[in-house]
C-alpha cells in the first residue's frame, strides 16, 4: 500500500504534513505500538527480569507485546538485558541488521546502558556504540515495572512519529556491521561516567554542567 | 582538592595494572606442611624424591605440593595411574600470576573419587620460559582447561592437540588478559576495540570444523599429512 514509504504519501509541497497524513500517522503508529514483539536478547541477570515482565504476573502482553520474538525477521523491538562483551558486539549488530523496519531498541539495565561496573577489557561501555538505542531503562537489574515503563515510554516516543518523515526509518547499507557512533565518541563515552554523563546530556532531563554535577565529571 | 587527587591515582592505576603480591624471601612457598596428614604426599617424596620441591598445607586441609615443572606429566601420569592413589578426575588447571616478574604458577586440582582424596599440584615457570607438558594424554578434561590458560595467561602446552585461545577471539592481538602487567582496559582505544569486535566473523571463532561447512580435506590431521 507503500503506507511504509514517506514519499508515495499525499505531502504538501512545503513538507508539511497535510489532514490527511496525519490521520495516517495515528493509524499507522496505534497499530505499530500495539503491536510491537520484542527480540529478547538477554545477556545476563536482566535477562531474568525480562522473563519475569513476559510472565503471567506482569505480562507485557497486555500491552502488545503479544509474544517473545525470537527470530530478528519477525521482531520489531529489540531488548537487550544484559552486559554485552566485545564478543557478543558482533552477533548484537547482526541481529540489528537483520530487524525489518520499522525497529526499535531498548537498552535494560545499567551494564546495557553504560558497561555499568564492568569498565574492562572485555566489555561494551554501553550498546549505544554498537546499535542506535531508542530507551534506556536504568536499574541493575530493572524491576519488570521498570521495563514496561520503558515499553510503554516508547510507545508514547512512536506516537510521535510521522510517515513524511523518512529519514528516521532508513538505513544506509554502508553502516550495516559497522559502530553506530564515531571514534571520538566512543572515546568519550569511555572516560569515567562517560556514559551516563553523555545519556544524561542528550536527553535534556539533567542538567550535566559543572556546576550542577561538579562530583561526576573529569575535567 | 585532595578527592581529586585520589582520583586521578585511581585512574593512573587502572591502566597500569594491579600491583604485584608481596612475597617473603625466607619462605617462598609459605609454610611447610606435615606430610604425614596426606598419603599421597607422602608417596610423592618417597617416589620422586627431589623433584618435590615443598609441601605446604592451606585453609585447614587443602594439601599443596609443588613440583619441577620439567615432571609434571610423569608426576601427574603416577599420580593417576598408581594403584594407591587412583586420581582419575582432573577438577581444574589454572594458573596464577603473582606480578613483579615473579614466576607463574600453572596449577592443577585431583581428586581421587575412589579413595577419597583432593590434592594441589603447583609448578612455577620463569616468565623467560613459559612452557609446560600438557596434560591431556593423561585427561581429556586438560583439554579446554589448558586452551583457557593459554588464552588467559600465555602459557604454552607442549603436545597439546588444539592450542589455541578459546574465550577471546582468535585474532585478539592485546595479548593475555589475565597476566598482572596486563591494563584493565585492555591495551588498544575503545574506538578500536569496537571497530576490531565489530569486523570480526564467525570464522575468528571458530573453525570451519566446528562450523560444519569443512569438507575432509581441510580437517586438521590430515592437512599435516598432506
Redo the contacts between chains.
Keep these: 500500500m507503500g503506507l511504509e514509504r514517506g514519499s508515495a504519501l499525499p505531502v504538501a509541497p512545503t513538507g508539511a504534513p497535510s489532514f490527511i497524513t496525519s490521520k495516517l500517522d495515528f493509524l499507522v503508529n496505534w497499530a505499530r505500538r500495539n503491536s510491537m514483539w520484542p527480540m529478547p536478547f538477554g545477556t545476563a541477570c536482566c535477562a531474568i527480569e525480562m522473563m519475569a515482565s513476559a510472565a503471567t504476573k506482569y505480562d507485557i502482553a497486555r500491552f502488545g507485546m503479544e509474544r517473545m520474538s525470537f527470530s530478528p525477521r519477525q521482531a520489531d523491538v529489540l531488548i537487550c538485558a544484559g552486559r554485552v562483551p566485545?564478543?557478543m558486539?558482533?552477533p548484537l549488530?547482526r541481529i540489528w541488521d537483520q530487524m525489518p523496519q520499522p525497529k526499535w531498541c531498548i537498552s535494560m539495565g545499567a551494564c546495557a546502558s553504560s558497561g555499568g561496573v564492568f569498565?574492562?577489557?572485555?566489555m561494551?561501555?554501553g550498546i549505544d556504540?554498537?546499535i542506535p538505542v531508542d530507551v534506556y531503562v536504568p536499574g541493575c537489574p530493572p524491576r519488570p515495572e521498570g521495563l514496561i515503563y520503558g515499553l510503554l515510554m516508547l510507545q508514547e516516543k512512536i506516537k510521535g512519529e510521522s510517515l513524511s518523515n523518512a529519514a528516521i526509518r532508513e538505513e544506509d547499507p554502508l553502516r550495516v556491521?559497522?559502530?553506530n557512533l564515531p571514534?571520538?565518541t566512543?572515546?568519550e563515552?569511555?572516560l569515567?561516567f562517560g556514559n551516563s554523563t553523555l545519556q544524561n546530556r542528550t536527553s535534556g532531563l539533567v542538567s550535566t554542567s559543572l556546576v550542577a554535577r561538579p562530583d561526576d565529571r573529569?575535567e | 582538592m585532595m578527592a581529586d587527587k585520589d582520583f586521578e591515582a585511581g585512574l593512573g592505576g587502572l591502566d597500569e595494572g594491579p600491583a604485584a603480591s608481596a612475597t617473603d624471601p625466607e619462605t617462598p612457598f609459605g609454610e611447610a606442611g606435615d606430610a604425614a596428614d596426606h598419603p599421597t604426599v607422602a608417596a610423592l617424596h618417597e617416589r620422586f624424591g627431589a623433584a618435590i620441591l615443598h609441601h605446604g598445607v592451606v585453609a585447614g586441609d587443602e594439601h599443596v605440593v609443588h613440583i619441577q615443572p620439567e615432571r609434571n606429566a610423569e608426576i601427574l601420569r603416577w599420580l593417576k595411574e598408581d594403584p594407591g592413589q587412583r586420581y582419575l578426575y582432573l577438577s581444574d588447571v589454572t594458573a596464577v600470576d603473582f606480578g613483579g616478574g615473579r614466576p607463574l604458577e600453572v596449577v592443577y586440582q585431583l581428586w581421587s573419587m575412589e579413595l577419597k582424596r583432593q590434592i594441589r599440584l603447583k609448578a612455577q615457570l620463569p616468565l623467560a620460559a613459559l612452557e609446560i607438558d600438557s596434560a591431556v594424554p593423561i585427561w581429556q578434561a586438560a583439554n579446554w582447561l589448558e586452551r583457557e590458560v593459554f588464552d588467559l595467561f600465555g602459557i604454552t602446552f607442549r603436545g597439546h592437540p588444539d592450542l589455541r585461545r578459546i574465550m577471546m577471539p582468535d585474532n585478539y592481538a592485546e595479548g593475555h588478559p589475565l597476566r598482572k602487567d596486563f591494563p584493565l582496559r585492555g591495551r588498544f582505544s575503545r574506538a578500536e576495540q569496537t571497530r576490531r569486535a565489530l569486523s570480526m566473523e564467525v570464522e575468528d571463532y571458530y573453525t570451519p570444523e566446528e562450523l560444519g561447512i569443512a569438507g575432509d580435506k581441510h580437517r586438521h590431521g590430515q592437512e599435516a599429512g598432506a
Design positions: 566485545y564478543k558486539a558482533s549488530r569498565d574492562a577489557y572485555s561494551v561501555q556504540t554498537i556491521g559497522r559502530p571514534p571520538e566512543i572515546e563515552l569511555a569515567p573529569k
